[in-house]
């Protein structure tokens, strides 16, 4: 009886408590980032020009080591003004030149809401889980999103496709920061309405517009932290990547 305790108390320390062998490969990612925004329309044409302040939610479902998909709910300041440029007041007068040159300035928040696909360019993710991976890997991200411009102003919304770049760096295994940037090609072109003037820069020129032709977009930049949630079973599920 003795040989039988003594026997099973050893098999009893070999067991893996603890569940360290199945912290390693996670499910999910969660946290938030902030950033700068700009707009590009009939009111502002040069890039990261009437910078403003953004900050999100960010989810990501992670595939594998190189495809995951991140989910986003963000809040951004768009502006702009038209300057010295000129800018008919109605491009439909008749005039030749559209009528009187005018000026137009507006601010106002967005809301975007929407999905982004990811692909890691190299293997991402440090641990026992991820033996031969990297702790930085870049990645490009392309989605679908909704765009919002609630009041004071005329509220709009929108349709938009996001395209952009990033780089992801692992701190620790469970911890994450990352650094990206992309547009959001809209199909709304009245996100530039003045809060000031009420003036909407709708087609001032003229020009016939369609479908993302002609339309406004925004950018964000953001710098994010996340955290790994949701522990896959490596040793239950016989996970093994290989790229």
Partial sequence: MKKVLVTLFCLWLGLPWGGKAQDDIYRMELGGGVGGCFYLGDANSKPFAHLGAMGSVVVRYIFNPR???KGNLALGHISGE???DFFPENAGSGDADGGRPGVAHFKRNVIDFGAQFEF????????????????????????????????????DAGFNIPVGVGVKFKVRPRLNIGFEWSMRFTTTDRLDVSNMDGVILHDPYGVKSGGFKNKDCYSFTMLSVTYDLFPKCVNCNNIKYVF
């Fill in 82 to 84: 038209t300057g010295k």
């Fill in 120 to 155: 890691n360019f190299w293997g991402y993710g440090i641990g026992r889980g991820y033996e031969g991976y990297s702790r930085i890997t870049p990645y490009m991200l392309i989605g679908a999103g909704l765009t919002l411009a609630p009041k004071p102003v005329q509220a």
């Fill in 67 to 69: 495809m995951a998909i």
